[in-house]
């Protein structure tokens, strides 16, 4: 068990501070080393051993679900960067911890911590469905591929329970309408009753996200995702149920899991899959002192190592949102792991015919009070 008085020191952009750890017996099973709070807060909080052992009497992290009846569930964004304008995200949090989730920092919003408030305190939208089918409805809605999952993964632990994210995908079968899911969880393949016929006619594209094959590896940045077997399986049964799966080899960490880009692929084209992606490590706002802190519990002879190699590739910096930039970095590292997965990709033969998804079998539900058509 780790020492409660124990802080983490770890490299800021302007200077060097410290941050109490939360004890390894409260966090296990959790990605996050701290839970401090979000950016936009007032006051800052910390722990402090007060010479009684009264941090040992804390309990652990447990995942705590609310509920949150949204008003819209369609997500709109315009960026350069992504190849989909809109998007449904059925939970915010997620339970899986990936310590570098770009997600985080959505948490600060909610006055909540992007740390271990962002794995274990989670907010389900019961009624999802039901506002997307008014949302298709809408007289000036125009189709396009949606995208499910892109903030948090729609296929997290607490679906097998809640099935939000099945519930959407009715919808979206029933009326015919493009999508594309990203996840890194085995639970995808219970839905293959509704994807199958779904990708039989054009309408579906699964991406599966594989950190690592190296199981400790994945284990302590991924704590509550699924092994990278398990992945590489899931990739292996949407193919044969006819489902085009792209494998996201992401994120890329330099000098923690940038030498397994070729055996990444190369297991990707085994499982079946046809198309391949990757992204480099991203670190804005408050997952750059996330990451470092990972760092210093889990890898510290490669902290001061990793971090140069990834400002090297972001200008400086431990993050670039310059758009064009944010998801390949820049300089001459960047350029050599993008180098690298287009020659492997090339001589897999991965990424050579990737078609659109269909559009035009839309047909939006009928609106309330719409007497229907007779023919």
């Given at each position: 068990?780790?020492?409660?008085?124990?802080?983490?020191?770890?490299?800021?952009?302007?200077?060097?501070?410290?941050?109490?750890?939360?004890?390894?017996?409260?966090?296990?099973?959790?990605?996050?080393?701290?839970?401090?709070?979000?950016?936009?807060?007032?006051?800052?909080?910390?722990?402090?051993?007060?010479?009684?052992?009264?941090?040992?009497?804390?309990?652990?992290?447990?995942?705590?679900?609310?509920?949150?009846?949204?008003?819209?569930?369609?997500?709109?964004?315009?960026?350069?960067?992504?190849?989909?304008?809109?998007?449904?995200?059925?939970?915010?949090?997620?339970?899986?911890?990936?310590?570098?989730?770009?997600?985080?920092?959505?948490?600060?919003?909610?006055?909540?911590?992007?740390?271990?408030?962002?794995?274990t305190r989670l907010t389900v939208k019961p009624n999802a469905a039901e506002l997307l089918e008014k949302e298709l409805a809408h007289p000036g809605y125009q189709v396009r591929t949606m995208?499910?999952?892109?903030?948090?993964?729609?296929?997290?632990?607490?679906?097998?329970?809640?099935?939000?994210?099945?519930?959407?995908?009715?919808?979206?079968?029933?009326?015919?309408?493009?999508?594309?899911?990203?996840?890194?969880?085995?639970?995808?393949?219970?839905?293959?009753?509704?994807?199958?016929?779904?990708?039989?006619?054009?309408?579906?594209?699964?991406?599966?996200?594989?950190?690592?094959l190296d199981a400790d590896l994945a284990r302590t940045l991924e704590p509550r995702a699924p092994t990278p077997s398990r992945r590489l399986e899931t990739v292996r049964q949407l193919t044969?149920?006819?489902?085009?799966?792209?494998?996201m080899t992401a994120p890329i960490i330099p000098a923690l899991n940038d030498e397994e880009i070729e055996r990444l692929l190369d297991a990707a084209k085994g499982a079946g899959a046809t198309?391949?992606?990757?992204?480099?490590?991203?670190?804005?706002?408050?997952?750059?002192?996330?990451?470092?802190?990972?760092?210093?519990?889990?890898?510290?002879?490669?902290?001061?190592?990793?971090?140069?190699?990834?400002?090297?590739?972001?200008?400086?910096?431990?993050?670039?949102?310059?758009?064009?930039?944010?998801?390949?970095?820049?300089?001459?590292?960047?350029?050599?792991?993008?180098?690298?997965?287009?020659?492997?990709?090339?001589?897999?033969?991965?990424?050579?015919?990737?078609?659109?998804?269909?559009?035009?079998?839309?047909?939006?539900?009928?609106?309330?009070?719409?007497?229907?058509?007779?023919?």
């Amino acid at each position: 068990m780790a020492n409660p008085a124990r802080t983490l020191s770890y490299e800021t952009e302007k200077t060097t501070e410290t941050r109490p750890g939360v004890t390894a017996e409260r966090r296990r099973g959790r990605g996050a080393v701290t839970n401090s709070v979000g950016r936009f807060e007032p006051y800052s909080r910390s722990l402090e051993d007060d010479g009684w052992d009264s941090l040992g009497d804390l309990p652990p992290f447990k995942t705590d679900i609310s509920f949150e009846a949204v008003r819209k569930i369609i997500t709109r964004n315009q960026s350069p960067d992504i190849s989909f304008d809109r998007s449904i995200n059925p939970y915010r949090g997620c339970e899986h911890g990936c310590v570098y989730c770009f997600a985080r920092p959505t948490h600060s919003y909610l006055g909540l911590s992007p740390g271990l408030d962002f794995e274990t305190r989670l907010t389900v939208k019961p009624n999802a469905a039901e506002l997307l089918e008014k949302e298709l409805a809408h007289p000036g809605y125009q189709v396009r591929t949606m995208a499910l999952g892109t903030n948090t993964d729609p296929y997290q632990p607490i679906e097998r329970e809640h099935r939000i994210t099945r519930s959407v995908l009715e919808v979206l079968a029933k009326t015919k309408h493009p999508v594309g899911i990203v996840t890194k969880s085995a639970l995808v393949t219970r839905d293959i009753d509704i994807l199958a016929p779904m990708a039989a006619e054009g309408l579906v594209r699964v991406a599966v996200s594989i950190t690592s094959l190296d199981a400790d590896l994945a284990r302590t940045l991924e704590p509550r995702a699924p092994t990278p077997s398990r992945r590489l399986e899931t990739v292996r049964q949407l193919t044969e149920a006819g489902i085009p799966t792209t494998v996201m080899t992401a994120p890329i960490i330099p000098a923690l899991n940038d030498e397994e880009i070729e055996r990444l692929l190369d297991a990707a084209k085994g499982a079946g899959a046809t198309s391949a992606g990757y992204v480099l490590l991203r670190l804005p706002y408050e997952i750059k002192d996330l990451f470092q802190e990972w760092l210093a519990e889990h890898r510290p002879d490669r902290l001061n190592h990793v971090m140069s190699l990834v400002k090297s590739t972001r200008g400086g910096k431990a993050y670039q949102a310059e758009w064009g930039k944010r998801m390949i970095g820049d300089g001459v590292y960047a350029w050599t792991i993008g180098r690298r997965f287009e020659l492997a990709t090339k001589r897999l033969g991965l990424n050579q015919n990737r078609t659109s998804l269909r559009k035009d079998l839309f047909t939006p539900p009928a609106r309330k009070g719409e007497q229907l058509a007779l023919f």
